[in-house]
């Protein structure tokens, strides 16, 4: 295991407020770059390579896949189309290569496909700061982790 994060949602009591974590969610920092293999194939294609892009990531125990917000992934080419199960049915979505960190906990995946999807309208408060959410952590990372939600208690923590 690389680290451990825990966050509790508390009120100036030191009381847990569960109503603050049901609101925000389990959300961690995340920075996403391209992978090795994208940014290779961005080298030669003589464009520049993006920037990491940092931000929140969402745990989202009901997604199998982990999904990145598209504008973390500008100047990467699609690898494949992938068809995603959603509430509004089957769309078919583009996987890219990159990596996802979470500076918490010390822990960095590389995806050789992951899905990209829309995210702008997305936002979550980490430490009493807002932030744009650019990732959703699904079952295929938390495969490799262990991931406790205490509602009661306002607190999750994640071990990876």
């Known amino acids: 295991m690389s680290g451990e994060i825990a966050r509790r949602f508390a009120d ?12 925000n ?8 770059r391209l992978a090795p293999p994208a ?4 080298i030669i294609g003589g464009g520049p390579l993006p920037q990491p892009m940092t931000g929140a990531a969402l745990i989202d125990t009901g997604a199998s896949h982990t999904c990145i917000d598209i504008r973390a ?3 990467a080419h699609p690898i494949r189309s992938r068809t995603a199960i959603t509430p509004a049915g089957l769309i078919d979505l583009d996987t890219y290569a990159a990596s996802l960190r979470l500076p918490e906990v010390g822990f960095e995946v590389d995806f050789e496909a992951v899905t990209g999807i829309d995210l702008a309208n997305l936002q979550t408060e980490i430490d009493g700061t807002r ?15 262990v991931f406790v939600y205490d ?4 607190e999750f923590t994640l071990s990876a």
């Open 12 to 23: 100036n009591a030191g009381q847990p407020t569960p109503p603050s974590l049901t609101l």
């Open 25 to 32: 969610g389990p959300a961690l920092h995340v920075e996403v």
């Open 39 to 42: 940014a290779t194939r961005e």
């Open 73 to 75: 992934l500008v100047g």
């Open 131 to 145: 932030q744009p959410v650019i990732a959703l952590i699904g079952r295929d990372v938390l495969e490799r982790c």
């Open 151 to 154: 509602g009661p208690g306002a």
